[in-house]
């Protein structure tokens, strides 16, 4: 098999195909591993691997990509939403003609080919008034650019998954926390923020009131989500091609405690209250909870607590000792 990874460059990228090349679900043979920088391949794979630089929304380049008739595409590239909401015409250029263009180069490839083609998708293509726990049926109606631009394509899967061009999915996320490395610029990277910064004994700002409240998964999860994508039966889906992927619903104050309880007060005292009215308004719009039942009967699965994604993030990122408890022992 051969899976295309768009966006390889990024987190999740980086941490999907280090799991496809450790323990795939179904053997790979080759990987393409695509993004606007070059990308180093992964330690331990045996197959072929290409790591081609390019910009998806540039003309020709889709075609290039899908030249090679890869079996999964997984399309995880995009402008976070605070840029897609800044800089109107990146956003644009990147998440829906991007989008366009790699779905319009596997149409054009012809003689049947038709990959399984997994979009990384967002909740924020629904916008408010929420009920209290949003249901797998409710209706898209975003209020940021970034969340129209994601709508906008996962019509666009549904329709070419529809006419036969293509096996898709779309993988709403949530809001993945804790995220390793250094913040971007998407509106909810506050939420990784208070809880990575302290950990690392480092500074966090809080942008928002401890109130707020929102839905979350860790990137283990993430990559859980798409590796179960790349090889799910998506004949239940019908022609409802996007889900909910499942997670956690906490408040700023629940991710707080739970920081308490891992990692003690001193990594709590790091958090330092600096309100910024934009992310205040974006995330205002987000809603705070999810049934995501549909997801989880085809599978997906993601943690039930927030203590239990903070210790992944010290597993996975800090070798299994955050900071606040090496200083603590001291």
């Known amino acids: 098999m051969h899976i295309l990874i768009i966006g390889a460059a990024g987190m999740l990228g980086r941490k999907l195909t280090a799991a496809v090349a450790r323990a795939p679900a179904r053997p790979v043979t080759a990987l393409t591993l695509a993004d606007t920088v070059a990308v180093a391949a992964p330690d331990g794979f045996a197959g072929r ?3 081609p630089a390019v910009d998806l929304a540039a003309p020709g380049s889709a075609a290039r ?3 090679g008739r890869p ?12 840029q897609a909401e800044t800089d109107f015409d990146l956003g644009y250029a990147v998440n829906l003609d991007g989008t366009r263009a790699l779905l319009d180069a596997i149409r054009e490839a012809g003689d049947a080919y038709r990959p ?3 979009f990384a998708s967002s909740l924020a293509v629904f916008g408010p008034p929420f009920p209290d726990r949003v249901p797998d049926d409710f209706a898209p109606q975003p209020r940021t650019s970034y969340g129209t631009q ?7 899967i549904n329709d070419y998954s529809r006419r036969g061009l293509i096996d898709g999915v779309s993988l709403r ?3 993945i926390c804790i995220r390793p490395g250094r913040p971007n610029a998407a509106a909810s990277g506050f939420f990784s923020g208070i809880l990575r910064e302290p950990l690392a004994g480092r500074t966090a700002v809080l942008p928002v009131p401890d109130t707020v409240r929102h839905w979350h998964a860790s990137p283990r999860s993430a990559v859980g989500f798409f590796l179960h994508a790349t090889h799910m039966d998506t004949g239940p889906l019908g022609h409802r091609r996007a889900l909910n992927m499942p997670g956690l619903s906490a408040s700023v104050a629940e991710q707080i405690e739970a920081l308490r309880r891992v990692a003690g007060q001193a990594a709590v005292d790091r958090i330092k209250p600096a309100p910024d009215p934009l992310v205040a308004e974006i995330v205002g719009g987000w809603a705070s909870d999810y049934e995501a039942s549909r997801a989880r009967a085809l599978g997906f699965t993601a943690e039930t607590s927030f203590d239990d994604i903070i210790n992944v993030h010290i597993e996975d990122e800090l070798d299994g000792r ?3 408890a090496t200083e603590a022992a001291q």
């Open 65 to 67: 990509l899908i030249a």
């Open 173 to 175: 996320l949530p809001t």
């Open 49 to 51: 691997v290409e790591t």
């Open 116 to 118: 399984r083609v997994v």
């Open 322 to 324: 955050p900071f606040a």
């Open 71 to 82: 079996d999964v595409v997984v399309h995880l590239a995009a402008v976070v939403s605070g």
């Open 150 to 156: 994601k709508v906008m394509a996962e019509l666009l």
